[in-house]
Each structure stands twice: as C-alpha cells, then as structure tokens.
C-alpha cells in the first residue's frame, strides 16, 4: 500500500529522497534501483540524485559508466559524492585503511557491503544495512539483537530469525515459540509469566514481541489469576489491553477477586477506595514499588512485621516540586515530556517516586496510563 501511495502520490523530490532513503537503509537495492529509474526529472530533483544514480550503477556492475561520469566531474562535483572508497574500488586496489562505518558516505557503506576485501569499524548501528555490514565480520549476541529490536533497527519478524541464529536458543525465543503452541490464552499468560523474570528483553519490548498472539483475546475476570502477565500486555501502546484491563478492574466485583492482592489493590486506586481493610502478604510484594505505593496511598494495606523495616529508601528519581509546578500550571506538553523521560529509567522507581507522582498528576487520561504503566513495570522488573 505505501508504495502504491508512492508511485502514484509522491510528486514532490522531497518525498522521493525519503522513500529512496529508507528502501537504502532496509537494504533494498533491487526495489531502489527500480523505484528510480520511473521517477521523472521533476521528482528527482533532490541534492543526492548523483550518488542514488551511481549506487545503481555499482549495484548493475556498471563500472565504465561510473568512471566516464568521474571522468567529466569536476573536484567539486566529485566531492559531492562524499565517497573514500570510489576510485581505488573501480581500479580494484587494495583499501587497507580501516574506517569507522559512521565517518562513511552512502556510497561507500554500499561498497563496504558488497566488497570481499573491506573491512569496516561498526561503530554504530542505526539501519538494516549497516546491520548486514557488521554481520559480514562479526557474530552478534543476545544483548546486541535486544538492542537492535528495541530501537527499531530491526522488526518482531528479523527479531525472532536473528534469535534463531545463536547458538544457546534464548529464553525470549523459548518463550515465544511455547506460548505460539497453545491456543487457551490463560495458558499463554501462565507461560508468559513463567518468563518474566527470565528476559533480557526490556519489558516494553517484550510486550511488543508478544501482543499479536493475544490480539483476538477478550480479557475477563478468569484471566485476572495472572494478573503479571495482563500488566506486561498492557505497556504496548500500540493494543487495546490497558483500556480493557482497566474497565474489567473497575468493574469486577470485589468477592471475585478477594483472594487476588494485585488485582484488588488496583481495583481500589481506579474507584478511589481509600478505607478497606484488605491485608497483603509482605514477604511477597517487599520488593514490588508498585505495591508499597499503593499502600501509602490507602489502597491496600500490609501486615505489621520487622520485613518492612529492611525496605527503606534514602532517594527519589522524581522532583515533586517540579511535578506541583507543572500540575498547578496545567502544563501537559512539559508534563509528557518528563513523563516519557521518566519511562527510560523506570528500573530506579520506587513508591515514593509513584506517590507524588499520583499526588501532583494533571486530570488528563494519557498522563494516568502513563503513570500506571509505570507503576507495572516498577512491579514486574522486580518479580
């Protein structure tokens, strides 16, 4: 579909670079080549048009036609290419200087790629090209592949084929593939939540990995037994399962749930119930943020005992005056942005750091699900 809005939309030259852009970055020559060679003068009007033209050159091994077209450059124009590697690769001499990837130009990154002999310094990765070049030298481990999936280097699909290639299958893929398995989505949750604790996948990323396999569910009160796994469905965006969750938490009676502490605590934030006389188990949620949080804000309540005593905690991550600021103000735009901020240090978050951020949150609904999605990670990184 993008294509076809491509091919018979895109008349600005601006447009075209950006797709000719990404079909480079993800590595599609053939389907670059091709998308360039129906575009009119018009529409490749654009600064880079020279180095598209001569990366489909190299690509067709039209090497006498790329040195006719050097031939007739000036030094000016030639710089234009931004090209290290160009002259000697056509005269087929040996490149022994070694390059980090991220000093080169389009050109040569594409020659980089296809070169037998060159060898680059990988020092970043930002695209499925320069993907491809790291793999030509190196092998690549589970953190680096994570990495690459939570920046979006690569999709769920190579992902999953990249996991695939280690030699020790990780826990993340063993997931996937045993919950894949079964059809009964509670005991896809039980599944998930046996690996919780397990990933090395970021939360949120795991969440990604694994939503599409519970994209048909309906969540019900029988699926509020694994209540950890509904929280971890819940942090993508990108899914309807935190509206859900929290419509069924609102709604659920309480002799339902009664044996549930999670699920009873947050049904006891979402109606403001702030005088129950619900216990928890404190040896079980001592380390959970989230439910020292929900204490402090009368939402459940622990049992009297020495184990609470090992659990203080000297620091903050957030600024509450800052945060009454921006409440008073009613200033959303700065509140979002120290909200996601926020998100990226979400290991370091503790009760009180949930506490006055529910003290001083404006009555806006994305800031709410941004703090209870919070809140769960808090919960679920210490399980």
Do not use: W
């Not at 009007?45 to 091994?61: M, P, Q, R, S």
């Not at 980089?112 to 499925?128: F, G, M």
């Not at 339902?256 to 619900?278: G, P, Q, R, S």
């Not at 009454?324 to 290991?347: P, R």
């Amino acid at each position: 579909m993008f294509e076809k809005v491509i091919f018979e939309e895109f008349r600005n030259s601006n447009n075209n670079l950006t797709y000719l852009t990404y079909l480079y970055d993800s590595n599609q020559f053939d389907e670059l080549c091709q998308y360039l060679s129906v575009l009119d003068n018009n529409q490749k009007n654009f600064d880079d048009i020279l180095v598209y033209n001569i990366l489909c050159l190299l690509k067709d091994n039209q090497f006498e036609q790329i040195n006719f077209i050097i031939e007739i450059f000036d030094q000016k124009e030639f710089d234009k290419l931004n090209t290290k590697f160009l002259l000697d690769f056509l005269k087929n001499n040996i490149i022994d200087i070694n390059y980090n990837l991220s000093e080169l130009g389009l050109i040569d990154k594409y020659i980089a790629l296809i070169s037998e002999t060159i060898i680059v310094n990988v020092d970043e990765i930002n695209n499925i090209l320069e993907l491809e070049i790291y793999l030509k030298s190196n092998t690549i481990d589970l953190y680096q592949i994570n990495y690459l999936f939570k920046n979006r280097v690569i999709n769920k699909s190579q992902y999953l084929s990249m996991l695939k290639m280690l030699k020790v299958k990780p826990k993340e893929l063993i997931m996937y593939e045993e919950m894949q398995n079964n059809i009964n989505y509670n005991k896809k949750l039980e599944i998930l939540e046996s690996y919780i604790p397990l990933l090395q996948l970021d939360l949120y990323d795991a969440s990604r990995l694994i939503n599409d396999q519970f994209s048909e569910m309906r969540i019900t009160s029988r699926n509020l037994n694994y209540i950890n796994g509904l929280m971890l469905l819940s942090l993508y965006e990108n899914s309807s399962f935190l509206e859900n969750l929290l419509i069924l938490l609102n709604d659920v009676p309480n002799g339902v749930i009664e044996n549930n502490d999670i699920a009873l605590a947050l049904k006891n934030y979402l109606v403001k119930n702030f005088d129950n006389k619900n216990y928890v188990d404190n040896d079980e949620y001592i380390n959970s943020p989230m439910m020292k949080f929900l204490f402090l804000n009368r939402n459940i309540n622990f049992k009297e005992n020495d184990n609470l005593k090992v659990t203080d905690t000297d620091t903050i991550s957030v600024n509450p005056v800052y945060l009454a600021s921006l409440a008073e103000n009613l200033n959303l735009i700065d509140s979002y942005i120290y909200y996601v901020n926020l998100s990226e240090k979400f290991y370091s978050i503790n009760e009180f750091d949930l506490y006055f951020l529910n003290n001083y949150i404006i009555d806006n609904e994305y800031l709410k699900n941004e703090l209870i999605k919070l809140a769960f990670r808090a919960h679920l990184i210490n399980l």
